[in-house]
T-cell receptor
Framework: GNSVTQMEGPVTLSEEAFLTINCTYT??????LFWYVQYPGEGLQLLLK?????DKGSNKGFEATYRKETTSFHLEKGSVQVSDSAVYFC???????????FGGGTRLMVKP | DTAVSQTPKYLVTQMGNDKSIKCEQN?????MYWYKQDSKKFLKIMFS???????INETVPNRFSPKSPDKAHLNLHINSLELGDSAVYFC????????????FGEGSWLTVV
């Protein structure tokens, strides 16, 4: 079946530190890949996406590259801010079924 | 304008009650979904509708019944609420094609006491 695995949190960083949140997937077919973010007490917001191999999604200083050979979609940011504190979800979408399969979420805490 | 809106945002109710959560999208999407987020933040699909027809019905108690009066609306009815139903319920919509983004509502925080 289809699944997404992401690193368990919480990830605690100081402001301006480099961020990596690992995400790997298993899928039958060629999925689109997404990162969603959930700020405290809020809903899910799309952060970035990539629809095919070697695509790079980017938004708000975050980046992730679709790596088919390693079935990965790691999220990175060069310099995190306190306002980036949130839960980050990696997800995949396949044409069949058209539903998102989510990873377990990674909580990021950024300290001043 | 909010693309996917759901109401109520917060709901506290007693065990055994019946409640509904409403969802509407103004994106013209054909496909709508309900997801459940548990206390550990894990997200799981509950239902998927395409043009008012049920496409996906994951292992969900039959106390949960989705109703889609038209393709812009997908409401969730829950009968005989139990403590374990306490969770955040997210409505979402998408164009139903691979690569298209799925947009989420702000969530409905349900607490059963």
């Amino acid at each position: 079946g289809n699944s997404v695995t992401q690193m368990e949190g919480p990830v605690t960083l100081s402001e301006e530190a480099f961020l990596t949140i690992n995400c790997t997937y298993t899928a039958t077919g060629y999925p689109s890949l997404f990162w969603y973010v959930q700020y405290p007490g809020e809903g899910l917001q799309l952060l970035l996406k990539a629809t095919k191999a070697d695509d790079k999604g980017s938004n708000k200083g975050f980046e992730a590259t679709y790596r088919k050979e390693t079935t990965s979609f790691h999220l990175e940011k060069g310099s995190v801010q306190v306002s980036d504190s949130a839960v980050y979800f990696c997800a995949l979408l396949l044409n069949a079924g058209n539903m998102l399969t989510f990873g377990g979420g990674t909580r990021l805490m950024v300290k001043p | 304008d909010t693309a996917v809106s759901q109401t109520p945002k917060y709901l506290v109710t007693q065990m055994g009650n019946d409640k509904s959560i409403k969802c509407e999208q103004n994106l013209g999407h054909d496909t709508m979904y309900w997801y459940k987020q548990d206390s550990k933040k894990f997200l799981k699909i509950m239902f998927s509708y395409n043009n008012k027809e049920l496409i996906i019905n994951e292992t969900v108690p039959n106390r949960f019944s989705p109703k889609s009066p038209d393709k812009a609306h997908l409401n969730l009815h829950i009968n005989s609420l139990e403590l374990g139903d306490s969770a955040v319920y997210f409505c979402a919509s998408g164009a139903g094609r691979s690569g298209n983004t799925i947009y989420f509502g702000e969530g409905s925080w349900l607490t059963v006491v």
